[in-house]
């Protein structure tokens, strides 16, 4: 699945050099993921054929939203053509405004939303949800989920009509079976030993007996079926999936032997990197993941400028898993669709929380790496990042702390088991993977994708109050850990004072060329930021560095005043009197008469160029501005 963003859909010329479209945004990968995935599960299991849609936005209005035509799109596609493509699929966006729900919002319903919505689904059932909250009840979250369902209904009736007038046949698909004789065999020779190897609650020793297994079983076929390692290792899979889903369903045995309720051992700690800004480490059974919190300055903030209108980001997460995290060696090759995806997920479930720019002035940027992975690790990254910015001392309204939810539904009888915090096999087995976030009061986001045809209402809420309960263990476990901000920052994190001036005085404060400005930066050390408002953020590790930097910005600014004294350093030298600068880009005149208490014949005299001479205003004239000055009364009468 490719989503493609072009610029002239909005009018736009690609920057740079070459002036056209690069790699793909995160918005892109973000809208290809949600394209991809409710759609991927109505392919025949065992279907290889290579499959591309491709979504091109070709004009945009700002009050659409063009990933859930995208979504739509992409299903009439797929209807019409002649994949094996189960059953259309519909999309769409939903907002909660006022305490309504408001069906595709546009730009200003969506500002004012608590709930920013999008759903896909089939006639029958909800396929895919992808949701960030401003912690919104279970109950209100529920009910937008089917307020999507049925406006879904609609539009899967409108590609139905489409897809029976102008689709094509369907392809019948040519679909992988093992040999149903080696099927036989190998179910008769291995199913005892892959019971026998799933009798433990250790991950490590299931592995290493389910790996026997395997290399006993594709041994003793070797003779018969020389080319069936696949084959014996599909089905193996195979028996494998039904023993573990048939104890979770009716012997309510999970793979390490917890409650289909119960959360993992869990362990976390923070301030693990004394140099870093912050930082926190949470700890989820065979999963961990560290975060680490990094300030700096507005100015470091993301700037984005896709379709939308441009605009920066003060608040960025990131999530890396490398491939030690699960012991195996695969080649770095930079950031992926899914690192994409959780990285979005962890930032969306935080956001709520984090204060304003006016409350904290400044920019955060969170990397979640994984130690190590046995399931959930977007959620334990969720748990960790609340940690770092704890401890990086980020005034936060609330913790928030994510739990993935899974799903083992039995066709033939319809008994199911919801299943609190899924680890690897649960994952890899399973029907379902949601993923709630949230705080003690209420859900920030959530990720649901569905691997079978969809699950109705009741299912849904048991999931929801079960993940509930679940967030708010794992809360009262990181809050053991640290509970409130750190009263102050780390020593290495920027200091930043904030205040406004005359818009008007900016110019003043930058100088012609920058001068005035990266001279009080060379001086100072500091970084200095100004906006269009007048708001002025100063930042450096010393405090007293942006407190002096602050000074000299306050003098620039402040409107000189008949009777003011300045230190002033001689600039200029005339025959008539010397020009003082009092302030950058202010000078004012010295006249010969008023430098000294006694008659002076020459400037030169008395006065010398870069020469600091403390000096009175005396008069301001009121149309041109000139400033005159006088230095007799700074004088003891006899001295020059």
Same mark, same amino acid.
């Given at each position: ?9 909005? @009018? ?42 491709v #979504? ?7 009050d ?6 995208a ?9 019409? %053509? ?8 519909g999309?769409?966006?939903v ?45 209100e ?12 209904k ?17 392809m ?22 892959v019971? +026998? ?11 290493? /007996? ?7 079983t ?51 700690e ?8 912050g930082?926190?480490?949470? !700890? ?32 960025m997460h ?18 992926g ?24 002035p400044?920019?955060m ?8 992975s ?11 990042? &609340? ?17 993935a939810m ?6 033939? !009888? ?9 680890? @690897?096999?649960?994952?890899?087995l ?6 709630? #976030? ?31 309960k ?10 053991? &850990?640290?509970?409130e ?9 920027p200091?930043?004072? !904030? ?22 930066i060379?001086? !100072? ?5 100004i ?12 405090? #007293? ?9 306050? +003098? ?16 200029g ?12 880009g ?6 010969? %008469? ?21 000096? /009175?205003?005396?008069d301001?004239d ?14 003891p009468?006899?001295?020059?």
């Amino acid at each position: 699945m490719e989503y493609q963003e072009k610029l002239y859909a909005v @009018g736009k010329i690609p920057g740079g050099f070459i002036k056209r479209e690069g790699r793909p945004t995160d918005r892109a990968i973000l809208a290809s993921r949600l394209i991809d995935r409710p759609l991927r599960p109505l392919f025949p299991k065992g279907f290889y054929n290579d499959i591309q849609v491709v #979504a091109t936005v070709l004009s945009v209005e700002q009050d659409v939203q063009p990933d859930v035509l995208a979504m739509i799109g992409s299903s009439v596609a797929l209807s019409i %053509s002649e994949a094996p493509f189960a059953q259309p699929t519909g999309s769409v966006a939903v907002g909660l405004v006022d305490g309504e729900y408001v069906l595709n919002p546009d730009c200003a319903q969506r500002d004012k939303s608590r709930m920013a919505l999008i759903v896909a689904g089939t006639k029958d059932a909800v396929m895919m949800v992808e949701a960030g909250a401003n912690e919104v009840s279970e109950e209100e979250m529920l009910g937008g989920i089917l307020f999507a369902h049925e406006q879904i209904k609609k539009i899967v009736s409108f590609i139905s009509d489409i897809a029976n007038e102008i689709g094509k046949e369907k392809m019948e698909p040519v679909v992988y079976h093992p040999d149903d004789t080696l099927a036989e065999k190998v179910r008769a020779y291995a199913f005892d030993k892959v019971v +026998g190897a799933l009798d433990t609650f250790d991950r490590k020793e299931r592995e290493k /007996r389910s790996d026997l297994v395997k290399k006993e079983t594709i041994e003793a076929f070797k003779e018969e079926y020389p080319d069936g390692a696949k084959d014996i290792d599909a089905i193996l899979y195979a028996i494998t999936k039904e023993i573990v889903r048939d104890k979770i369903i009716n012997k309510k045995i999970r793979p390490d032997g917890r409650a289909q309720d119960e959360i993992r051992p869990i362990w976390s700690e923070v301030g693990v990197l004394p140099r870093t800004h912050g930082s926190g480490v949470f !700890t989820r059974g065979q999963t961990q993941v560290m975060t680490i919190a990094t300030l700096g300055t507005i100015s470091e903030a993301q700037t984005l400028d896709g379709l939308t209108l441009e605009e920066s980001k003060r608040y960025m997460h990131q999530y890396n898993m490398p491939p030690f995290s699960t012991g195996e060696a695969k080649p770095m090759r930079g950031v992926g669709r899914r690192e994409v995806g959780h990285g979005a997920l962890a930032e969306r479930a935080l956001e709520p929380v984090l204060p304003s720019e006016a409350e904290f002035p400044y920019c955060m940027r969170l990397v979640s790496e994984v130690i190590s992975s046995n399931g959930s690790t977007s959620q334990a990254s969720i748990c960790a990042s &609340t940690l770092a910015l704890l401890d990086a001392g980020v005034p936060i309204k609330k913790s928030v702390a994510g739990v993935a939810m899974g799903l083992i539904k039995d066709d033939s !009888t319809g008994n199911i088991a919801i299943l609190t915090d899924i680890q @690897g096999l649960e994952d890899f087995l399973g029907d379902m993977d949601f993923k709630v #976030a949230g705080t003690r009061d209420g859900i920030t986001a959530i990720q649901m994708d569905m691997k079978i045809k969809g699950i109705d209402r009741e299912i849904l809420t048991r999931a929801l109050e079960q993940a509930r309960k679940g967030r708010l263990f794992i809360i009262d476990k990181m809050d053991e &850990t640290l509970r409130e901000p750190r009263a102050e920052l780390s020593p290495y994190a920027p200091r930043i004072i !904030t205040f406004k001036i005359n818009p008007d005085k900016i110019r003043e404060v930058i100088g012609s060329g920058g001068k005035v400005i990266n001279k009080i930066i060379a001086d !100072t050390g500091v970084k200095i930021d100004i906006e269009d408002d007048g708001t002025v953020f100063i930042a450096s590790p010393d405090s #007293a560095a942006a407190a002096e930097a602050k000074r000299i910005i306050d +003098g620039i600014v402040k409107e000189i005043e008949v009777g003011d004294v300045y230190l002033g350093t001689v600039v200029g030298i005339k025959e008539f009197g010397a020009f003082i600068n009092l302030k950058p880009g202010t000078d004012g005149l010295l006249h010969i %008469s008023r430098i000294a208490n006694k008659r002076v014949e020459k400037v030169e005299d008395v006065l010398s160029m870069g020469e600091q001479v403390l000096v /009175r205003v005396i008069d301001i004239d009121p149309k041109s501005g000139k400033i005159s000055l006088t230095r007799k009364d700074m004088l003891p009468p006899d001295k020059d």
